[in-house]
């Protein structure tokens, strides 16, 4: 027996509705050789400028699948887990028709960048990401926010620095995410609680040994 199609209590169907597109767009965020907290974006493939890496969601697509085909597609970048950031909902945000975008936001070693940095790829500074369409630039605004809000207190929850490290090389990679620069003694006090020291120190050029510490759990 077929089933009857679903109708609310006006007695439409969804189909009476009109319905978006949905877009996704992913803010990958990373501390550069300069110590900056830079963005990737991507080269407009049908105009000039240049953009945050996205894509439509296809028909019975998950929008985990979607942004994963946008960064191996659009920016050759892939192993990426991205987490949903904010849904972007301005009828008025894209000049192409009404189009919802989910945003998602990951950080990541610059090294799971660089060598896949093209022509259509760069890196820039997220305070100028340059002109952007879509608004691009809010989404690199809030992804931004979301990732000082998670270094506020917790010794690089993203793993930039890898296991292993000295307290200058944690106080300069919250620098770069924080943007600006930290009081050392209120630095240390803060992370000090969750760090475990290795016993361990390294020597850089001509300063005294540096302890290292990993984080703590």
């Known amino acids: ?12 169907t969804l189909a009476d509705y009109p319905r978006p597109s949905v877009a996704v767009d992913t803010a990958v965020l990373t501390v550069d050789a300069h110590h900056r907290l830079v963005v990737l974006e991507v080269r407009r493939p049908t105009s000039t400028g240049w953009v945050l890496p996205g894509t ?43 189009v919802l975008s989910v945003a998602h936001v990951d950080v990541v070693r610059l090294e799971q960048l660089e060598s896949r940095l093209a022509d259509a790829t760069r890196l820039v500074p997220v305070d100028a990401p340059g002109r952007l ?19 506020l207190d917790k010794p690089d929850p993203a793993g930039l620095l ?32 969750h760090l475990d020291a290795t016993g361990s120190t390294t020597i850089r050029g001509r300063g005294r040994p540096a302890e290292l510490f990993r984080r703590s759990g």
Do not use: C
């Open 1 to 12: 027996m077929s089933q009857r199609p679903y109708k609310d209590s006006s007695g439409r």
């Open 56 to 98: 439509f969601l296809h028909e019975g697509e998950t929008l985990a699948d979607a942004v994963d085909r946008s960064l191996r597609l659009k920016a050759n970048v892939r192993g990426l887990h991205p987490r949903q950031l904010h849904v972007f909902d301005d009828p008025h945000r894209d000049e192409r028709g009404w």
């Open 133 to 151: 369409p879509w608004g691009h630039r809010g989404i690199i605004e809030r992804a931004v926010d979301h990732v000082r809000a998670d270094y």
């Open 162 to 193: 890898g296991d292993h490290f000295t307290l200058r090389d944690l106080r300069l990679v919250h620098e770069a995410i924080a943007g600006k620069a930290l009081q050392r003694d209120t630095f240390r006090r803060t992370m000090e609680p």
